[in-house]
């Protein structure tokens, strides 16, 4: 399979401009719909249930081979690499479609985290980049990012890392701090830091095994994304791009926020698939409790809400394709409008399954958590509706 | 698949041969400014006031992509489009399903504007449940004589026939034995009463119907059948809002009447997505800085733009010919749309939200929209049926039991069939 | 008629203390029963819907005859006048219970503004106030209170209106500024007004024909409630007690709030009736809209609503009567909740009634209108919320 | 109306009478410490246990207004009240509904603590819809063989018998084919197995009966009649939570099984009824002064206290014996204040919420709140279930068209009857 071109700038440009290119983005190609199907099939096919299951009581939910494979056969960790480095140079809509797939069905594989850290890698400077971001693609590397603290806070403001030292090329960095809700950092090889140098915030490439570095597994209420705390005391480390670009690193996370939503709008669709499909099986006073409004209309309800939220995401993934100024205001409103979207119908999904989905064995609470655990990682709803509206003007 | 059509043929014509023909036409027949004497008439007879109508009825059998083209170029020019094949849904529907006597009589003097439709579909027992309507009409010879009363109708002042559903058979269940009339309103069994509205206007109207009558030439579609007629004409209704802003078929029918002008007044906030004239009125009353304000405009501005998303995500459906799921949303979205905003704008007015009138024209506007936003929740479907319609139709859940769905509709339990003045 | 004593200290207390007192207090005696039935038969005689609406249209809603039929054969305005004066000598839970009556029928007359009059003038001294206690008890003159002005607020820190001239014994006080909002500020005879002192702000008896005294009526959304503008230019006062008791100002506001908390329970009670009785009236698709759990749920999650918010303002209305401490989280607590469940009701009863209720002649709009305005009037939801958030010591 | 019974004449012994018996009684055979040898003993077979039994049945005949007096003599001298006639639902529903035979077995066991009962009522196929249970008893001469699931049973690893409803006539509509017996559970045919819940613990089993076996002198009530029993057994479930805190039956049942256990674990917040550790959880991290943290803590406050003084109107009619519409409010109420306060202590904690175990105590509390709160709105009856029973039993709307009221159970469409394992 090779992936499909990303849409180029003003491809489904209308003649009445703006909303006819929203349009434009929201008509998926037949290169999107194969690449959908793909993924899907793949993931149905290679996580189960029965095997996410396995994977979250294992040690680790990374398996190289399994891991390998994705590159190898399907090029999804090369996605949104260039194509001189080996990747498949698609870009934010596409990835958007690939972590919706994942997120359908809670892939504890370390995909979103190794994105996201792509994404900033490929928003880097070349001479740094380009070597990570081909072992990246080709499955050799595992990578993540490493932002927010013991604080919980995910924007510059968050970030009290120091990085020291080095010298206007690049050169002798050192970081110096605790990263915390670190996704996969256990696997990780390859982080990507933020780090406060005296000029501000940047992104720093650091390798798993560097001397100072040490890690640990923070317990955690999502059985499905394991998260760490790193522990850097002085570990080498590159600058991705100039050291302080803290514009750079705002867009960065606006990218990073759209990526989460899409997931998030995955996980949403399959809590309401398993809702409605459990609605229309399960049978009370003589007839399917889907036939009941008090049923019907959670289930509609949830609808709006799921469907809501693809759109959100899709338009987010968009935006960031035709790199619209639009994508300041629909990151933060993407990330916040996803992550309750999920909440509200993880909760319809348990409400429904009633008594059920109190049990440990049926995979409802699993969607629950990684609903309730994925709001607030990444920055809160509230947070991003504050940022959205000094966005807008507030 | 067999030989095209003439009318598939001419579907295939390019748009740019469309575009020369307009271009030609309007050349010749239109004066800046107005269009000139007898323009309506030259116009609907040259065809291109709907274009994809077929050549014999006034149209050019044009494919329905094509009308665009013909839009571009009116528009080019300075003259409005017509556009009748989309706007004119009594047209339409007389063009679907009636006879070619009766396209010969009707159609024309609806083109011209000379005839003006209005719609009595609802009753006063049979609102969100319309099939249940109890309007009778009773076979005398050629023709049929009316009694009920219909309610909420639009334009019935401004009107010179409606398209009437009436109760023709009450032997058999509800939805099968109604038939459908294009009914003369000047004549003497029929009332209009204007509504005298909570919000002080009277876009809508009553209709009462006492010994009404209306010649079988003037029925459309088999006797018995009109709900299937029903079915068309709400169809071109949807037609004319376009599948865009999703919502049921009754919600848009009410918005060329009153209804659609009353939920614009609850703009300027709605109308304008993006949420700026929140914005600008949290400015105004110092409360930019409220974190509480702040969380209560961005769900708003976020709620307004995920619909506005739906929207696009659901006309890009239709573009590709395909029915969206999403189309069904935009209702109950909007409905929850101007009831928030109505909210956030009273927080914002605080106090001087309990004033109205030229007091305090700006909460007038509030109070106004506050009311206005049942217009959404209610009118054209309800939001408990908009979500039986998300339910049923487009997650595949199950339908109630349905009481009267094989009983005589003469056996079924009725609401009151009139209403009754206190 | 005589109103029945209130309850005195202590006299439905258990042995186990604080929570059986409160049970004494919800629980009604027979003279309770009486008053309220009493009150409910005059209502229902008095001002039927038809009169209610007569009384909308008229110039004025207040036809003396009738007020001072309700002075004297039920003594309503002399409900809270201590018996010295010509009262009952009842208390808040009495008046809570009266004013629930009227709020339930959207009763056009002044007794609430009366009522907060009245409540003010017993709070302040004898010499100031037991003439114009008798004269509101006989029912020859109607009071209302003048809080607010034109910046809506209900606190302290809202009055604006300057209080000078006086001296220690309350002589020769003038009052100067504009007071908004005012409940039947045309009708009223005597006004309460809340004004500044150099020391603070305190609660002023002002004559309506006095000099320096205009008023303007104010176009208002709910149709049963008028309101007036009041401008005072030196116009003379007489302060209720020591000009600047802002403590007892406060006591005051939140014996206000419940009062008026009381009457909105009033009015969402009687508003869901409404709803639940067309619910089971109005058939559609062969059987009573309150046979569909979309309908039947609305009326239950109202029914949650209008009976939390009686509960809030009846025991608001004992913590007034025990003169309790909890009447400082009570009151702002009721007046919050009381205005959002009546709203919520109202517009419950709204979409129950579907088309209908957008017709003029259908009485729903009366009580949305109510409901709506009064949730601002007396100090916003939200403002009580904040506040309640302090007194609860956040 | 008669004279008197001697149970009544007793019911009206004064307080002052019952207190000097209850005085001399524990003056003779308290022992501070701990009431001695044989005092469990001494104590049921006293009367003392369970006041408002019959003389004949290890109780006073007291009127059940006698009962706090009775209660408050033992406390006073540092004894727990028993209060058997309260607390043992099984004992009470033995004494309704059992034979003299049955009493004199089964009720002193219980009260003496040698025996202990569950309840195995649901099933994974009736659960809302508790009438469509499908376990099933078939009689075989003087005994029953039953096959079946129950689950949701708290307490079943520890008891010795089970309070069990199956069905025993198939051809008839569903609430008119059970009975209800009285279960021992030692018996090869009675397997337990705990359930794994989201929360980590086992509160709860699942029961699968293969052919268990019941004598028919187990049987309470009549064949066929074992919904009737049922609604005694529910009733005393609710006297156990006493009318205050409102609520259904079926969750009261669960009270003193794992669910309450559950339930109670989302306090420390919603058990201090005032908010208070919201409000120092607030001040903690900082966001006492933060608006909108304000407003949400004044919300979940307000929810928690109209909850209580509902409680204590219901508390109060129940008093004066009337059944109170308040009561059928309370757990309803309650899922909205837990779900609530899940959400105010998740944005207070913000991105600390998604840790747990060790890692960080407080958010593993709120967590597993977070889970307890499905528990008061799916268990005992759904949030949906309780609209339904409060528009319905409370407001009188009527219910919904019943497609098995009238048909054999045998022909109703059913639920799958157990449990399936993937």
């Known amino acids: ?394 | 698949m067999t030989a095209t059509t003439g009318a598939d043929a001419s579907a295939q014509a390019s748009a740019e041969q469309v575009r020369a023909q307009v271009a030609a036409w309007l050349a010749e027949n239109w004066q800046p400014g107005g269009g000139g004497p007898r323009w309506r008439e030259r116009l609907v007879d040259s065809g291109w006031a709907a274009p994809t109508w077929p050549v014999e009825w006034f149209g050019r059998g044009l494919h329905r992509d094509l009308r665009r083209v013909v839009a571009e170029e009116f528009t080019r020019v300075g003259a409005k489009p017509a556009a009748l094949d989309v706007t004119q849904l009594f047209a339409n529907t007389i063009l679907a399903h009636g006879t070619d006597e009766q396209k010969k009589s009707f159609v024309r003097p609806l083109a011209l504007g000379e005839h003006q439709g209005c719609l009595l579909y609802s009753e006063p027992g049979a609102g969100s449940d319309l099939a249940a309507l109890q309007t009778r009409a009773d076979r005398d010879g050629d023709t049929w004589v009316v009694n009920g009363q219909k309610v909420w109708t639009s334009g019935a002042r401004e009107a010179t026939h409606g398209f009437l559903v009436a109760r023709t058979d009450w032997d058999v269940p509800k939805h099968r034995g109604l038939t459908f009339f294009w009914l003369p309103l000047d004549q003497p069994g029929v009332d209009i009463r204007p509504i005298h509205q909570v919000t002080g206007g009277s876009e809508f109207n009553e209709v009462f119907l006492t010994d009404a009558v209306v010649a079988d030439s003037h029925r459309l579609g088999a006797v018995d059948d009109g709900w299937r007629v029903l079915q068309t004409a709400l169809g071109f209704e949807r037609l004319i809002m376009g599948a865009a802003a999703g919502g049921s078929s009754r919600q848009r029918r009410r918005a060329d009447g009153g209804e659609t002008t009353l939920a614009d007044r609850q703009s300027p906030w709605t109308r304008q997505i993006g949420g700026a004239d929140y914005v600008e009125l949290a400015k105004k009353v110092g409360k930019a800085d409220d974190p509480v304000t702040r969380q209560e405009i961005a769900r708003l501005y976020t709620l307004e733009k995920v619909n506005a998303w739906n929207s696009l995500r659901a006309r890009a459906d239709a573009g590709r010919g395909a029915a969206s799921p999403l189309a069904s949303i935009g209702k109950l979205a909007m409905s929850r749309i101007v009831h928030t905003g109505v909210s956030v704008t009273t927080n914002l007015l605080g106090a001087a939200s309990v004033l109205d009138g030229d007091t305090d024209p700006v909460a007038a506007e509030v109070n106004r929209s506050s009311f206005a936003a049942f217009v959404t929740s209610i009118g054209g479907g309800t939001d408990q049926i908009q979500r039986n319609i998300i339910g049923e139709r487009v997650l595949g859940l199950p339908r109630e039991p349905e009481v009267d769905k094989f009983v005589p509709f003469r056996e079924v339990r009725k609401a009151q069939a009139t209403r009754r003045f206190s």
């Open chain 1, 1 to 394: 399979m090779s992936a499909p071109k990303m849409l180029t700038s003003g491809q489904y440009l209308g003649s009445t401009g703006r909303l006819e290119a929203a349009v434009g983005t929201f008509e998926f190609t037949d290169d999107h719909e194969a690449l959908r199907s793909t993924v899907r099939a793949f993931v149905e096919e290679t996580f189960s249930e029965a095997q996410v299951r396995r994977l979250m009581a294992a040690p680790s939910a990374l398996e190289r081979p399994v891991w390998e494979r994705m590159a190898r056969e399907l090029g999804l960790q090369g996605l949104v690499v260039p194509e001189e480095y080996g990747g498949a140079g698609a870009g934010p809509v596409e990835l958007a479609i690939v972590l919706e797939e994942f997120g359908r069905r809670l892939v504890p594989v370390p995909l979103l985290s190794t994105a996201l850290a792509t994404v900033a890698l490929a928003g880097g400077d070349p001479a740094v980049t380009a070597g990570r971001l081909e072992a990246v693609a080709e499955g050799r590397v595992v990578a993540t990012v490493a932002l927010a603290e013991d604080d919980g806070g995910w924007d510059a403001a968050g970030v009290h890392c120091a990085a020291v030292g080095g010298d206007r090329d690049g050169d002798g960095w050192r970081l110096t701090g605790t990263k915390s809700f670190v996704p996969d950092g256990l696997d990780a090889d390859l982080l990507v830091v933020a780090a406060r140098t005296d000029a501000g915030v940047g992104l720093f490439a650091v390798d798993s095994a560097a001397d100072g570095l040490s890690r640990s597994a923070l317990e955690v209420f999502d059985l499905t994304r394991r998260l760490a705390r790193v522990r850097l005391d002085g570990v080498a480390a590159t600058p991705l791009a100039a050291p302080a670009d803290e514009a750079a690193f705002d867009r960065f996370l606006d990218a990073a926020r759209i990526a989460v939503a899409a997931e998030q709008a995955g996980g949403a669709d399959f809590a309401l698939a398993m809702a409605v499909g459990y609605a229309k099986e399960r049978v009370q006073f003589g007839r399917a409790i889907g036939s009941f409004q008090a049923i019907k209309h959670l289930c509609a309800d949830a609808f709006v809400d799921v469907e809501s939220a693809r759109s959100a995401a899709y338009y987010g993934a968009w935006a960031l394709a035709q790199d619209s100024p639009e994508v300041a205001t629909v990151a933060p409103l993407a990330k916040a409008f996803c992550s309750e979207a999920f909440f509200a119908t993880a909760q319809t999904n348990m409400q429904v399954h009633g008594g059920i989905s109190f049990t440990y064995e049926h995979p409802a609470h699993l969607y629950y958590r990684r609903a309730r655990s994925g709001a607030q990682l990444w920055g809160s709803p509230r947070t991003h509706r504050d940022l959205l509206a000094t966005r807008i003007g507030l």
